[in-house]
């Protein structure tokens, strides 16, 4: 059990530009979940699907941040124009959707928008 | 507003010592609180969890507390060695949500 890729682990983007982030569950884990972390703000939830539908974004910043999950072995986080305040450790986790949903994560992408 | 709140921010004992992260939380409906140990360049890894209807959980080393009437917790790190120094974070849940609050965590150095 590889457990949860992320890729790229690290991404310089220049102010504006885009960023697409990804993340490959733990086979079998139908429960997706996108953290962004930062010194100051610490762990933030974004988003959350299940069985590769959105269940909740309430976390995401409603302009240029999406998410999608097209299948179950991959999802995305897309921001659009970035910015220096979005440069953060962004977290994939994956669980099974039922129980304590005990959440495992993989190690990040470190994203600095210069 | 912080629903789960973490102290101390940062912890140094030295090795051998057992070291005591307390935590604690607001909503009565939390029932089930994974703590996770992160080191820089990972991400958080669950450590040991305990749900509201037990008092204490050990798992080898790590023994957690839990005072459901004060709504606390504490992660005790017994006989604690250089390879335990990271960052320990203190979430929480409620039955069957998939929500989890996390702390702000606590930074813990174990001195040889």
């Known amino acids: 059990n590889a457990g949860v890729i992320q890729t790229p682990r690290h991404k310089v983007t220049g102010k504006g530009q885009e960023a697409t982030l990804w993340c490959e569950p733990i086979s079998g884990h139908s429960a997706v979940f996108w953290y962004r972390q930062t010194i100051v703000q610490g762990l933030e939830f974004l988003t959350y699907?299940?069985?590769?539908?959105?269940?909740?974004d309430s976390g995401m910043p409603k302009e240029r941040f999406s998410a999608q999950m097209p299948n179950q072995s991959h999802s995305t986080l897309k921001i659009q124009s970035t910015q220096p305040q979005d440069s953060a450790v962004y977290l994939c986790a994956s669980s099974l959707a039922q129980g304590s949903y005990e959440q495992y994560f993989g190690p990040g992408t470190r994203l600095t928008v210069l | 507003q912080q629903q789960v709140r973490q102290s101390p921010q940062s912890l140094t004992v030295w090795e051998g010592e057992t070291a005591i992260l307390n935590c604690s939380y607001e909503?009565?409906?939390?029932?089930?609180f994974p703590w996770y140990q992160q080191f820089p360049g990972e991400g958080p890894a669950l450590l040991i969890a305990?749900?509201?209807?037990?008092d204490k959980k050990e798992d080898g080393g790590f023994t957690i507390f839990f005072n459901k009437r004060e709504k606390n917790l504490s992660l005790h790190i017994k006989d604690s060695q250089p390879g335990d120094s990271a960052t320990y974070f203190c979430a929480a849940s409620g039955t069957g949500g998939y929500k989890v609050v996390f702390g702000s965590g606590t930074r813990l150095l174990v001195s040889p």
């Open positions: 909503n009565s409906a939390f029932d089930y």
């Open positions: 699907f299940r069985n590769q539908a959105p269940i909740d």
């Open positions: 305990i749900r509201s209807v037990s």
